[in-house]
Each structure stands twice: as C-alpha cells, then as structure tokens.
C-alpha cells in the first residue's frame, strides 16, 4: 500500500510523511465542512430539497476533492462555492430561472471551464480584467453574504418606507450574537473547524432554548428531528435541464458563473500555492495548474448533474497546507471525510438557519479583506469598485454588481482617456454587460 501511494502521490519526493498527509487532510475537512450545512440552506431558498442538495454537495465535495489530488497531486480540496451558490439563489433562481434550468446553466459553464482550461484562454480572460475590479467583486459577494445573514437572523427585516430596518430584538437575535461571539472567538484561535463548531454551538443553544420554550408553556421556534440518519436522497441526480439553459436569455448568468468561479479558483490556486511554497516562479502559478483548473472545471461540470450549485476550490486549503500537507493525499483525504454525511440528512435539516447566520457573517467578513489592494484616491479605479460593492447587496444581484462594475470602469477609462486600459477581453466583457441590461 505504502509503495501504491507512493507511485501516485509522490511522498517522500515531496519531503513529507503519509502521517502528515492525513492530518493536513482533516485539518482541512474541518475548516470547510460547514458547506454541508450551509450550501442545502441558500439552496433550500431556490426551492430545491434540502437532503437533495446535501447529498450532491457531499458527493460533489468528495469527488472533485479525490480527482483533485490524483490528477494534479496537489492539496487543494474542491466544494460547492460560497457566494456562487447565492448568485444561483437569489439572481439566477430568484430572478425567474426555474433550479432545473440554472442546474443546467452550472454544467454549461463547467464544460465550458473545460475547454477554456484545455486551450489555456482562461488564465488570458482573468488576465483581461483589472484587478481591483476582481477585488470589487469579491467584497461585494461578501457584503451580500452578511446582508443574508443579518436577514436570515431577524437582524435587519424590510421596511415599507426605509426599505430595511433593525428586527424587534428577541431570543433568535440574541442567540445569532452569541453564535457570531462564540465564532469569532473559534477563528480568532485559529481553532480548526471554527465555524462548523460555531453552527453546532449556536444550534444547540437554540433546541436547548426552545427545549425550555416548551415547558413554560410557550411555543417552541426550533426542534430536534425524529430521526438521525436515512438513506441518501439521490432525486436531484441528472434533474437538470440543458436545453432551455441554452437560451440568449442565459448567456450573461452563465458567463457570470463562470467569472466568478475562474477568480474563487485562480486567486486560491495561488494564495494556497504560496502558503506551501509550491509556486513555479517561471509563471508565477502554482505546479499542475492546467490540470488543476481542468479538474476544477470538471466539478463544477458534476454539480450541474448531482444538483448544486457549482463547486470551486477552497481557501480552506491553506489549513492543511499549514499542517505540512504537499501532496494530493491531502485532498483525497479531505474528500473521503465528506461520504458519511450523506447519511447524516435529517439530523442537518433540523439546523435553523439562524444558526448558520454568524457564518455567513464572518465568510462575509473574509472575503473583505481584498479591498485594502485598491488605490482608493485613484477615482478611476475606486468608483467602479465601489459601484460594484454597492449594486451587488443593493440590488440583490451578483450579475447587475459585475455588469455595472465594468460599464463604468470602461466609461471612466473613455472620460480620462486610458484608452490603453481597455483590451479587447474587456470589451466583449462590456459587450455581454450591455446584453444583461437589455435581456
């Protein structure tokens, strides 16, 4: 066993133990494991079961993450995405796309991921678009996870003439705070698996809560289910529908999805890469990278037909590089933890979605970070960021953040005469912009 392992994963090559490996593998599981919860949670908003999603989130998550590590050997494991799945909620869904459709629309945008992968064109296309609108995006995404948390807590709650407003305080909101308090003090440790012993801390404080509820008479807001485990439900597999995916109407949300898959990928890729120390300093990307973003491509590929939103690799991953994983059985690792969840469907159901709140929160909190690398006094880079940050929770939609984060980049750039700023890449950007605005 150890020699077949060896063969593949090139062990001592790589100056590390399989010993070392698995531990990097767990440490990974641990701090990504929350998707099991959270993913069937956004989703549950499109309308879809939520033990369909959990069972293609695990599925996806464990395949991706073994294909990951055999094909490229690298240790980087592979989930569906924080921030795509609310664009395939709240935009794609939300706007009038029928799940089976935006399913369909997720395998597009994979096989498509594949190709641009095989021809290398997608390093090019990131390459076309300026880096603080990539920022721009990601902090918007952010800030659109938060707002959905505060929402999701009775936080904020609308208003008819404010449009929102602070939620009446009550037990749910209290709970949400010590659930935020409790996480935050988890990651501010460095305590692997933070935030998926943040959503089991604040869970149970809720059925304790609502435990008490119920002897004093009062109603109960939250339960504990009549049974643990079941067999997985398989009704999402092949429920997509390609045909009326492949509608003009869908070439923006399709374009969309693969925009922000190609940045959660490429920025990870290197900012994981770099943590190791297994960057190619030739290119500046990490070793493996076409097979890596092949690989990538493929499971967003498979979350179309399992049934979820699409996958992408993780940031998370740094945590088991940190724990001196180098080689690909950490992914495999990783991945292999996720197949006895799928079992686990009743029991995850039963999490309110107040408890999953402060995670989205601080996932909002993270993924901020990136807006300290825009030049905030060069108001031809500033507006259009700050353009895209304000549309992406405003209007409640990733794609009209995006659309109007490149129109006015490209309109400051005509108005200031940095003409040389505008490649072609980006102009046929601007082109589909201008087509989601009319569609």
């Given at each position: 066993m150890k020699g077949f392992i060896?063969?593949?994963?090139?062990?001592?090559?790589?100056?590390?133990?399989?010993?070392?490996?698995?531990?990097?593998?767990?440490?990974?599981?641990?701090?990504?494991?929350?998707?099991?919860?959270?993913?069937?949670?956004?989703?549950?908003?499109?309308?879809?079961?939520?033990?369909?999603?959990?069972?293609?989130?695990?599925?996806?998550?464990?395949?991706?993450?073994?294909?990951?590590?055999?094909?490229?050997?690298?240790?980087?494991?592979?989930?569906?995405?924080?921030?795509?799945?609310?664009?395939?909620?709240?935009?794609?869904?939300?706007?009038?796309?029928?799940?089976?459709?935006?399913?369909?629309?997720?395998?597009?945008?994979?096989?498509?991921?594949?190709?641009?992968?095989?021809?290398?064109?997608?390093?090019?296309?990131?390459?076309?678009?300026?880096l603080h609108l990539r920022y721009a995006v990601a902090a918007g995404i952010g800030l659109f996870l938060g707002f959905i948390g505060l929402k999701n807590a009775g936080v904020i709650t609308s208003h008819p003439a404010t449009f929102v407003t602070f939620g009446r305080p009550g037990i749910q909101q209290l709970l949400f705070a010590f659930g935020l308090i409790i996480t935050s003090i988890l990651v501010y440790r460095k305590?692997?698996?933070?935030?998926?012993?943040?959503?089991?801390?604040?869970?149970?404080?809720?059925?304790?809560?609502?435990?008490?509820?119920?002897?004093?008479?009062?109603?109960?807001?939250?339960?504990?289910?009549?049974?643990?485990?079941?067999?997985?439900?398989?009704?999402?597999?092949?429920?997509?529908?390609?045909?009326d995916a492949l509608s003009l109407s869908l070439v923006v949300p399709i374009f969309t999805l693969l925009f922000t898959d190609?940045?959660?990928?490429?920025?990870?890729?290197?900012?994981?890469?770099?943590?190791?120390?297994?960057?190619?300093?030739?290119?500046?990307?990490?070793?493996?990278?076409?097979?890596?973003?092949?690989?990538?491509?493929?499971?967003?590929?498979?979350?179309?037909?399992?049934?979820?939103?699409?996958?992408?690799?993780?940031?998370?991953?740094?945590?088991?590089?940190?724990e001196g994983g180098k080689t690909g059985l950490t992914a495999v690792i990783a991945g292999l933890l996720f197949l006895p969840f799928m079992w686990l469907s009743p029991l995850l159901s039963f999490i309110p979605a107040v408890a999953t709140a402060p995670v989205l929160v601080l996932i909002g909190l993270f993924m901020m970070h990136p807006l300290s690398h825009i030049n905030w006094k060069d108001i031809s880079q500033s507006l259009p960021a700050f353009v895209?940050?304000?549309m992406i929770p405003l209007s409640y939609s990733i794609t009209q953040g995006i659309v109007w984060g490149f129109l006015s980049y490209t309109c400051i750039c005509l108005a200031t005469g940095k003409w040389n700023e505008l490649s072609p890449t980006?102009?046929?950007?601007?082109?589909?912009?201008v087509i989601a605005l009319i569609v």
């Open positions: 060896e063969n593949i994963f090139k062990i001592q090559k790589n100056n590390t133990t399989i010993a070392t490996e698995i531990r990097a593998g767990i440490a990974t599981f641990l701090t990504m494991a929350y998707i099991i919860v959270v993913n069937p949670l956004i989703l549950k908003d499109a309308g879809m079961p939520f033990h369909g999603v959990l069972f293609a989130t695990v599925m996806v998550s464990c395949i991706s993450s073994i294909l990951m590590g055999v094909v490229a050997n690298l240790p980087f494991a592979l989930a569906p995405g924080m921030g795509i799945n609310a664009f395939f909620t709240y935009t794609l869904v939300g706007g009038g796309t029928p799940w089976q459709v935006a399913l369909g629309a997720v395998c597009i945008s994979g096989i498509i991921f594949m190709i641009l992968s095989s021809w290398g064109i997608r390093e090019k296309i990131v390459a076309a678009i300026p305590i692997k698996g933070a935030l998926i012993i943040g959503i089991i801390a604040t869970a149970v404080s809720m059925w304790g809560t609502s435990h008490i509820y119920a002897l004093t008479g009062l109603t109960p807001f939250a339960s504990l289910p009549s049974e643990y485990v079941a067999y997985p439900d398989t009704s999402l597999f092949c429920s997509l529908n390609i045909g190609m940045f959660d990928s490429i920025s990870t890729f290197v900012g994981v890469a770099e943590v190791g120390g297994f960057i190619d300093r030739t290119t500046g990307l990490p070793h493996n990278v076409g097979k890596a973003l092949f690989v990538d491509g493929f499971a967003t590929f498979i979350s179309g037909i399992f049934g979820t939103s699409s996958a992408t690799t993780y940031i998370e991953s740094a945590a088991g590089v940190e895209t940050c304000l980006l102009i046929a950007i601007d082109v589909c912009a």
